[in-house]
């Protein structure tokens, strides 16, 4: 038997030949030897199945040419370190991937043509089963283990780092509840919980044999080994095993494929037989089922900690499994660790994971007796650090009682590095104990807490944030101190996105265009889509690109139709913010301008505007108030104004659930304007506003984040900007700013918050949404009335831009024309050159 290559030598081979026929006998084959079905009974999910195994068997050949090769060159590794993986639906993008998204399309069409035949015979069927590529893509339950932003960013990582064929791993953890699904109850936010694992997941491969005891509880001991060395013991009061589940991670037309390895807790096997055989069978089975907690359930990344010690434990949990891998991985080569931090460059997304700090010092130092400078050397060379938010009430800190009954043996390495710190930081600022007190890696203002934050900046040798003025406030304002000691630490990493997910598995209409005009390198190399600045004189790719926009408008509607029940016009103006709901975000400044508009047309139907559509999506932290009231309040505002006659003609408000990266992958393609309207300084970036306009939607935004950098590159003239500075919110801040003296300054904004008091849009209980506006009225936090008018300026130039459509499809084109800066390929290539260090290896 001749062996497949994966240079597609031997196309027909049935488990990795690429061509339609091979493709169209492996489904079938997987069908009959792994689902137990023939084509004329299989459900639609059978064939789902059939079809990801198909592709699974081709990924696997891949993965293990790419680990071999890696082995035998002992190539330099980035392990990326994240608590949140949001890779979505599996399916398209390794299609896409592997180049074969038409082959599978025309092998399934096949299949379908092969069952209409035997439907004309009589017996058995599965009922005229509609079989095409959309319907099987819809099969898939997505990996839904992140928040939002954070998480979409470590996949888009993953996918750059294989598609420019950089040896790497990703780890996390395998949570069997992933991000709950929104529904909307009478405008209500709703969380039900995400089963994804149901029905199989046929994308990981369980690695039963990858397994590590993490310890938890207890207490420390020190003794004099036979060496005559000082050592500490750590006896915990529970073990947990950690299992990894790996996924493949293909890169885009190449064939490295790196993975994705998820830690599952189980219990661990000679914990459960010691309760047994002391006869507590039912003690072992409760031991069993508070080991396999720690990795239920994904925590919301916005919400605050109090009371969250599982969580805690997971983080732990998954960055323990996770160095003891990285240990295991590297001696299989060498024998003494000194080198460790040559072979692994180690980045923390965000502080989740940077307990890592201490516990591969634990590992160097308790486990394999190395001294604690030659230690600290090593750790401090291994780690990166990427901050994620400015918000100082977002940095994680653990209560110093807590961490001492969880990780007893951590909190006493915490202090010793310390202790070395604040030495050196006393030599630094002699006297200065304000100094010490804010670098100090313990909280020492009331309750005692340790501060994560404090200790990935000093156990990295690198710490990034995630745009231009995120970065530069970092330096000037939450990590100032540590800026001001070490500032050749610091530096900017700008975020990026897939192009592959983002534009060419979800916008085939628009991709095709731009493919026309340019071929497709640009799929690999984003800077290309400049060419198309030529393009926006040429008046018949104007009109196509008017058409792909439409088409997808056209698209989202039925959709629409279909989740909400909501009938919206595609020729109107697609405006849409889609992101978690936070009132830093400010949805609810949207929400202002809708009423604002609403209140005009009551008074004037007859005023000129282009006819929009407000679209929203998003989930609100469980436990978030205000968000679920501004999810409730946008539902409101969409019952009133969509069944007023006076508005229904030019005004329609939806908020689609279940905002997610499936559901972004339908909306991003069909958006005219992004909303990107955060109170300057918050956001930390945004990879939203890249999706959005690599898309060809216009984004109104604040100087903000990413936008910035978004204006910067799009130009002035092509981005619709209101509102504050950061600097002029933290100057109006400090002189004392009044939201009152906003309100009564300003009639139409009085209208708008005295309609929402007056119970306009909640006849049944007027006092409902008084939370939102008293907060608004008496502190503002988020100066939303300050940048209120500058807002509804702004929005009525957008509506004026949109009326003249040749300006605004100009205006879009280039929009996508200048988005190649924003690529996460550029993105993970500054990474690679300026932070890892870590070259290319090409696997053929
Ligand atoms: C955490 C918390 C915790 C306490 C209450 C308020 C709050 C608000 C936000 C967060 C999330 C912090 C981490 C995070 O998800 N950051 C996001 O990371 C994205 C990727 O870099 C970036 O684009 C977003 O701007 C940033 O919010």
């Given at each position: 038997m001749t062996k497949p290559t994966i240079s597609q030598t031997n196309d027909e081979a049935v488990r990795t030949g690429l061509s339609v026929s091979a493709i169209k006998q492996a489904i079938l084959d997987n069908l009959y030897y792994l689902q137990a079905r023939f084509p004329k009974v299989a459900s639609l999910n059978d064939y789902y199945l059939a079809l990801a195994y198909t592709v699974?068997?081709?990924?696997?050949?891949?993965?293990?040419?790419?680990?071999?090769?890696?082995?035998?060159?002992?190539?330099?590794?980035?392990?990326?370190?994240?608590?949140?993986?949001?890779?979505?639906?599996?399916?398209?993008?390794?299609?896409?991937?592997?180049?074969i998204y038409d082959e599978v399309k025309m092998a399934v069409k096949e299949l379908e043509l092969d069952l209409l035949k035997q439907e004309k015979e009589p017996g058995l069927g599965n009922g005229g089963l509609k079989l095409d590529l959309d319907c099987l893509l819809e099969q898939e339950k997505k990996t839904g283990l992140g928040n939002g932003g954070l998480g979409r960013l470590a996949a888009c990582y993953m996918d750059s780092l294989s598609t420019l064929q950089v040896p790497a791993i990703g780890y996390g953890i395998r949570y069997e509840f992933g991000i709950f699904n929104q529904d909307i109850h009478s405008g209500w936010q709703m969380e039900i919980t995400d089963?994804?694992?149901?029905?199989?997941?046929?994308?990981?491969?369980?690695?039963?044999?990858?397994?590590?005891?993490?310890?938890?509880?207890?207490?420390?001991?020190?003794?004099?080994?036979?060496?005559?060395?000082?050592?500490?013991?750590?006896?915990?009061?529970?073990?947990?095993?950690?299992?990894?589940?790996?996924?493949?991670?293909?890169?885009?037309?190449?064939?490295?494929?790196?993975?994705?390895?998820?830690?599952?807790?189980?219990?661990?096997?000679?914990?459960?037989?010691?309760?047994?055989?002391?006869?507590?069978?039912?003690?072992?089975?409760?031991?069993?089922?508070?080991?396999?907690?720690?990795?239920?359930?994904?925590?919301?990344?916005?919400?605050?900690?109090?009371?969250?010690?599982?969580?805690?434990?997971?983080?732990?949990?998954?960055?323990?499994?996770?160095?003891?891998?990285?240990?295991?991985?590297?001696?299989?080569?060498?024998?003494?660790?000194?080198?460790?931090?040559?072979?692994?460059?180690?980045?923390?997304?965000?502080?989740?994971?940077?307990?890592?700090?201490?516990?591969?010092?634990?590992?160097?130092?308790?486990?394999?007796?190395?001294?604690?400078?030659?230690?600290?050397?090593?750790?401090?060379?291994?780690?990166?650090?990427?901050?994620?938010?400015?918000?100082?009430?977002?940095l994680e800190k653990w209560p110093v009682s807590l961490f001492s009954q969880i990780l007893p043996r951590h909190l006493e390495i915490i202090y010793e590095i310390n202790q070395r710190f604040l030495n050196i930081v006393r030599k630094r600022y002699p006297g200065d104990e304000n100094k010490v007190r804010s670098l100090s890696l313990i909280d020492e203002s009331g309750e005692r807490y340790v501060r994560m934050a404090n200790l990935a900046c000093v156990g990295s040798h690198v710490i990034n944030g995630v745009a231009a003025l995120h970065s530069k406030l970092l330096t000037q304002d939450l990590?100032?101190?540590?800026?001001?000691?070490?500032?050749?630490?610091?530096?900017?990493?700008?975020?990026?996105?897939?192009?592959?997910?983002?534009?060419?598995?979800?916008?085939?209409?628009?991709?095709?265009l731009i493919t026309n005009r340019i071929g497709d390198s640009w799929i690999k190399n984003l800077d290309e889509l400049r060419q198309l600045e030529e393009a926006v004189d040429d008046p018949a790719f104007c009109h196509e690109w008017r058409r792909a926009k439409y088409e997808a408008k056209v698209s989202l509607s039925a959709q629409i139709k279909a989740r909400t029940g909501i009938v919206v016009d595609p020729e109107s103006l697609f405006d849409v913010q889609a992101k978690r709901?936070?009132?830093?975000?400010?949805?609810?400044?949207?929400?202002?301008?809708?009423?604002?508009?609403?209140?005009?047309?009551?008074?004037?139907?007859q005023i000129e505007m282009a006819p929009r559509t407000f679209i929203f999506g998003g989930k609100a932290a469980p436990g978030y108030f205000m968000a679920k009231l501004i999810i409730k309040l946008i539902n409101s505002i969409a019952d009133v104004v969509n069944t007023d006659p006076a508005t229904k003609e030019k005004l329609r408000v939806v908020f689609f659930p279940n905002f997610n990266v499936k559901n972004g992958q339908r909306i991003y393609p069909s958006a005219d304007l992004s909303e990107q309207i955060s109170t300057a300084g918050k956001e930390a970036?945004?990879?939203?506003?890249?999706?959005?306009?690599?898309?060809?939607?216009?984004?109104?935004?604040?100087?903000?984040?990413?936008?910035?950098?978004?204006?910067?590159?799009?130009?002035?003239?092509?981005?619709?900007?209101?509102?504050?500075?950061?600097?002029?919110?933290?100057?109006?801040?400090?002189?004392?700013?009044?939201?009152?003296?906003?309100?009564?300054?300003?009639?139409?904004?009085?209208?708008?918050?005295?309609?929402?008091?007056?119970?306009?849009?909640?006849?049944?209980?007027?006092?409902?949404?008084?939370?939102?506006?008293?907060?608004?009225l008496s502190h503002d936090e988020y100066m939303l009335l300050a940048d209120y008018p500058s807002y509804v300026e702004c929005q009525r130039k957008v509506s004026e831009a949109y009326l003249d459509k040749e300006r605004w499809t100009r205006m879009s084109i280039l929009n996508v024309a200048r988005m190649g800066k924003f690529s996460s390929d550029r993105a993970i290539r500054e990474y690679c050159q300026e932070i890892w260090n870590v070259q290319p290896v090409v696997i053929d």
């Open positions: 699974r068997d081709r990924l696997l050949y891949r993965w293990i040419q790419t680990a071999q090769t890696y082995l035998a060159k002992g190539s330099r590794t980035v392990c990326y370190l994240s608590a949140e993986f949001l890779l979505g639906p599996q399916l398209g993008n390794n299609l896409i991937n592997m180049g089963k994804w694992l149901r029905l199989g997941n046929p994308w990981e491969i369980p690695r039963p044999e990858i397994a590590f005891d993490v310890n938890f509880g207890g207490q420390t001991e020190r003794f004099i080994d036979s060496k005559g060395r000082y050592q500490v013991r750590w006896i915990p009061s529970h073990v947990v095993k950690g299992i990894a589940y790996d996924t493949p991670i293909l890169g885009y037309q190449v064939n490295t494929a790196n993975f994705l390895r998820l830690w599952k807790a189980e219990a661990c096997e000679s914990f459960d037989f010691q309760s047994f055989n002391v006869g507590d069978y039912y003690g072992a089975v409760d031991q069993k089922v508070v080991s396999e907690n720690i990795t239920k359930v994904l925590y919301p990344n916005d919400e605050p900690l109090t009371g969250k010690q599982l969580r805690l434990q997971q983080q732990y949990f998954f960055v323990s499994c996770s160095l003891q891998d990285m240990i295991r991985i590297y001696l299989q080569r060498e024998h003494s660790l000194a080198g460790f931090h040559q072979k692994y460059a180690v980045q923390l997304n965000d502080t989740h994971p940077s307990i890592a700090v201490a516990e591969l010092m634990r590992l160097l130092v308790d486990e394999h007796q190395m001294d604690w400078e030659q230690a600290w050397e090593i750790t401090e060379q291994t780690f990166g650090y990427t901050n994620h938010t400015l918000l100082p009430e977002a990590l100032k101190d540590f800026y001001d000691l070490w500032p050749e630490k610091f530096n900017n990493k700008t975020n990026g996105i897939t192009p592959r997910r983002f534009l060419v598995l979800s916008n085939p209409g628009l991709t095709q709901i936070h009132l830093y975000k400010r949805q609810h400044l949207n929400a202002l301008h809708i009423i604002s508009i609403y209140l005009k047309l009551k008074k004037n139907p970036s945004g990879t939203g506003n890249m999706k959005f306009a690599l898309n060809g939607a216009l984004t109104i935004g604040t100087l903000d984040g990413a936008n910035v950098e978004i204006l910067e590159e799009v130009g002035a003239e092509n981005f619709f900007l209101f509102g504050l500075t950061a600097e002029e919110v933290s100057k109006k801040k400090q002189e004392g700013y009044s939201p009152y003296e906003q309100y009564q300054s300003n009639p139409e904004l009085r209208e708008v918050l005295d309609s929402i008091r007056s119970g306009l849009f909640s006849p049944d209980n007027p006092g409902l949404f008084n939370p939102l506006v008293d907060s608004l």
